[in-house]
């Protein structure tokens, strides 16, 4: 009896930040694991440019699903969360039109953190269902052990001084918690622990990390009894899948700058495709920069007072001009500085020779980037799950410094971003934290290599798919 290929379908809800992961896995899908792989996304109409490359493919299908208008049933002022959750709930029923209208129906559907509700119509079709979370392992955990919390007793922890503890990883500091977690009493907790129950019902959750990154929470979520008696769903690491340096025959100005720096010498700053600083934030990174006499590219957008960009709209609102920056800035570091309005050409960038450190908004997209490219880092977490990260990559991994005030919280003043700078560019020892960086570049490379526990994880998750499919051929015949 002939078999054919599994087919995948995956759902990535708007957004670089959730968009560029979920590619990554259907070219892993695709390329390694011998699946044919559908793609779907929403349309916001409003899409930065960049994105467009993204959504281009020989290996396999996108197919773009109407905009949705959540403006009727979703305050414009509400959180990014809410909104995006809204929006993923209201296309439930194009993705079942299209779907339903494919020649070839997917084996399984794998969908993001914020499309979850999805997964009940993976059952209309009778196909196998996954979450990806594009995320680190704890988050992972902590909005699999959301449901839990909200049973537990109120006063689990109500103070700043507190500590959330999720049954075998190690404890998270209430400032460095997601806003949803922090406040369980609104509509976000609510929301949240919907996308953890509904997460349990999935066949596994995926999660882009790997073994020796994530050690102590994969751990508990494998072995631990409590963990594993509350959250039941199988959790399996694939990553870390990042989108890989390109070559171009076209240099960008950037990349020829950095050609004529030396080895290591050059500090990337960047807040991803959704951040920014406020006004008086950006003085005091422009002089830290400035006083610490470090080359740096710095990626910089208007500021606004609350430090973040309206996510679906990230490009909006710049003409280019930099004359939000302090008098004299460009003209006093033009020889140790580039700065690039916008956007920049990460992977590429982080992936140079020249380029030692990273201060980042520790997405966790950017931190993969940084750290399959061994380039450690300065955390500026400043919003969503980004302290969380920040206080991994410190206190867990020991591949970056953070200042003492958290950025989201108040102002880093430009002594410390001095300092941090030249610590982060100046460490070479061989306990440093670029020496661990270096160390866990190798690491993302073995798990992914044929054999390594990232490549086997989605071995597992492939093999599951064929059983399937092989299930239904026999029903068929």
Not at 16 to 21: A, D, F, R, Y
Not at 198 to 223: H, K, Y
Not at 277 to 290: I, K, P, V
Request: hydrophobic share 40%; glycine share 6%.
């Amino acid at each position: 009896m002939a078999t054919t290929k599994p087919h995948a379908a995956l759902l990535a809800s708007p957004g670089m930040g959730h968009l560029i992961p979920v590619i990554e896995l259907a070219n892993r899908l695709f390329t390694h694991h011998n699946f044919d792989v559908t793609v779907f996304t929403i349309s916001t109409g409003t899409s930065p440019a960049t994105q467009s490359q993204h959504l281009t493919s020989n290996l396999f299908n996108v197919v773009t699903l109407p905009p949705i208008d959540i403006s009727g049933s979703v305050d414009p002022n509400a959180d990014i969360s809410i909104q995006l959750l809204a929006m993923m709930r209201q296309s439930i029923p194009s993705l079942r039109s299209a779907i339903n209208s494919m020649k070839s129906r997917p084996t399984a559907l794998v969908v993001d953190f914020f499309s979850t509700a999805s997964l009940a119509m993976a059952d209309e079709f009778g196909m196998l269902k996954y979450v990806y979370m594009p995320n680190a392992a704890l988050f992972a955990a902590m909005t699999l052990y959301a449901p839990a919390m909200n049973k537990n007793v109120e006063s689990e922890f109500d103070s700043e001084n507190e500590l959330l503890t999720i049954p075998g990883c190690r404890p998270l500091r209430f400032d460095d918690l997601v806003d949803a977690v922090q406040d369980r009493t609104g509509q976000m907790f609510d929301d949240y622990a919907r996308v953890g129950a509904e997460m349990s019902t999935a066949d596994a959750v995926l999660v882009n990390t790997w073994q020796d990154l994530d050690a102590i929470t994969i751990g508990a979520l494998r072995n631990h009894k409590v963990l594993r008696e509350t959250i039941k769903v199988p959790v399996y690491p694939v990553g870390p899948l990042t989108r890989q340096a390109q070559p171009s025959d076209s240099r960008s100005g950037v990349l020829d700058w950095l050609d004529m720096q030396s080895r290591g010498s050059v500090l990337y700053v960047s807040f991803g495709s959704g951040g920014t600083l406020s006004s008086q934030q950006m003085t005091e990174m422009a002089w830290g920069l400035e006083l610490s006499r470090q080359r740096f590219v710095w990626v910089v957008r208007p500021p606004m007072e609350n430090g973040a960009l309206d996510y679906l709209n990230a490009t909006n609102g710049c003409d280019g001009s930099l004359d939000f920056l302090p008098n004299g800035f460009l003209a006093r570091t033009k020889d140790v500085g580039l700065v690039i309005p916008m956007w920049a050409q990460q992977a590429e960038i982080l992936a140079h020779t020249s380029v030692g450190g990273f201060l980042s908004h520790c997405g966790w997209n950017s931190t993969l980037e940084s750290i399959v490219n061994g380039v450690p880092l300065i955390a500026w977490p400043l919003f969503a799950e980004q302290s969380m990260n920040a206080a991994f990559l410190t206190e867990e991994v020991g591949v970056a410094y953070r200042p003492k005030v958290s950025p989201s919280k108040g102002v880093v003043m430009r002594e410390e971003i001095e300092k941090m700078v030249r610590l982060i560019m100046e460490d070479n020892g061989m306990n440093s934290k670029r020496a661990k960086a270096k160390e866990l570049e190798k690491s993302a490379v073995q798990a992914l290599s044929k054999g390594g526990s990232s490549y086997n994880s989605l071995s597992q998750v492939a093999k599951n798919c064929q059983m399937k499919l092989n299930e239904h051929v026999i029903c068929c015949d």
